[in-house]
């Protein structure tokens, strides 16, 4: 897409925290490799997503993948645990890993239906085999993570996110098993990438593996 001002233009479509934590750092590289590259950035819930995927809105999508869009190509690039985010004076604060069991009777923060966090912790329900009280809903897991520090409860949230917490809170690993949020690129099967998006697609993926703070690399996932 060419712009007013003789540069190009990029529209992808991100998940909300995907855009706060891993496109700022991809846009500064831009600003020094492609300085007349404008790129926008359509952050959204995950049913928003698929559908600027489809309809064209967006050349591809960086999200959280294996729940829903079927009918689009998923890439994965990197597995992020889920881990248990608390107020430093939390009962369960100190504690090295928590089961699931012992989330039994402790007040969480969840998220509400249309989140991509709220699928994944639905999808995984039956492996689990054990109920957690979701005692106040939020829409996004960036609140969920400051209704924690303000000692409202606990949350499940992806470790990518729980390392960029606020002054006291403490994230705990858990256990038995351990559940991951995927997280990869969405596009359509038969329609290829401008050459600008298709660097910033390689950029990203190259971001996201190089940097261990936001997940296990797919290469790592792939061979055990």
Same mark, same amino acid.
């Given at each position: 897409?060419?712009?007013?001002?003789?540069?190009? !233009?990029? /529209?992808?479509?991100? &998940?909300?925290?995907?855009? $706060?934590?891993? @496109? *700022?750092?991809?846009?500064? =590289?831009? !600003?020094? /490799?492609?300085?007349? &590259?404008?790129?926008?950035? $359509?952050?959204? @819930? *995950?049913?928003?997503?698929? =559908?600027?995927?489809?309809?064209?809105?967006?050349?591809?999508?960086?999200?959280?993948?294996?729940?829903?869009?079927?009918?689009?190509?998923?890439?994965?690039?990197?597995?992020?645990?889920l881990v248990l985010v608390v107020a430093e004076d939390h009962p369960l604060a100190g504690r090295g890993s928590v089961s699931w069991s012992d989330l039994s009777g402790v007040r969480l923060i969840g998220t509400g239906p249309g989140s991509a966090h709220f699928q994944l912790l639905e999808s995984v329900r039956p492996q689990i085999r054990q109920s957690w009280e979701?005692?106040?809903?939020?829409?996004?897991?960036?609140?969920?993570?400051?209704?924690?520090?303000?000692?409202?409860?606990?949350?499940?949230?992806?470790?990518?996110?729980?390392?960029?917490?606020?002054?006291?809170?403490?994230?705990?690993?858990?256990?038995?098993?351990?559940?991951?949020?995927?997280?990869?690129?969405?596009?359509?099967?038969?329609?290829?990438?401008?050459?600008?998006?298709?660097?910033?697609?390689?950029?990203?993926?190259?971001?996201?593996?190089?940097?261990?703070?936001?997940?296990?690399?797919?290469?790592?996932?792939?061979?055990?």
């Amino acid at each position: 897409m060419v712009d007013h001002s003789g540069g190009s !233009s990029v /529209t992808i479509a991100c &998940l909300a925290t995907l855009a $706060l934590y891993v @496109m *700022p750092q991809i846009v500064a =590289e831009l !600003s020094q /490799t492609r300085p007349k &590259l404008r790129l926008r950035i $359509l952050d959204m @819930m *995950p049913p928003q997503i698929e =559908e600027a995927v489809k309809d064209g809105t967006a050349e591809f999508a960086l999200s959280m993948i294996g729940v829903g869009a079927v009918d689009l190509t998923h890439e994965v690039i990197v597995d992020q645990p889920l881990v248990l985010v608390v107020a430093e004076d939390h009962p369960l604060a100190g504690r090295g890993s928590v089961s699931w069991s012992d989330l039994s009777g402790v007040r969480l923060i969840g998220t509400g239906p249309g989140s991509a966090h709220f699928q994944l912790l639905e999808s995984v329900r039956p492996q689990i085999r054990q109920s957690w009280e979701e005692f106040h809903q939020v829409q996004r897991i960036t609140t969920a993570l400051a209704m924690v520090a303000a000692g409202n409860g606990g949350a499940l949230l992806p470790l990518n996110l729980a390392m960029n917490q606020p002054f006291g809170v403490r994230t705990v690993a858990v256990t038995d098993p351990v559940i991951t949020r995927r997280i990869g690129i969405l596009r359509r099967a038969a329609v290829p990438l401008s050459d600008h998006a298709d660097y910033l697609r390689r950029r990203i993926i190259q971001r996201l593996r190089q940097d261990r703070s936001l997940g296990k690399p797919q290469e790592e996932i792939s061979s055990g």
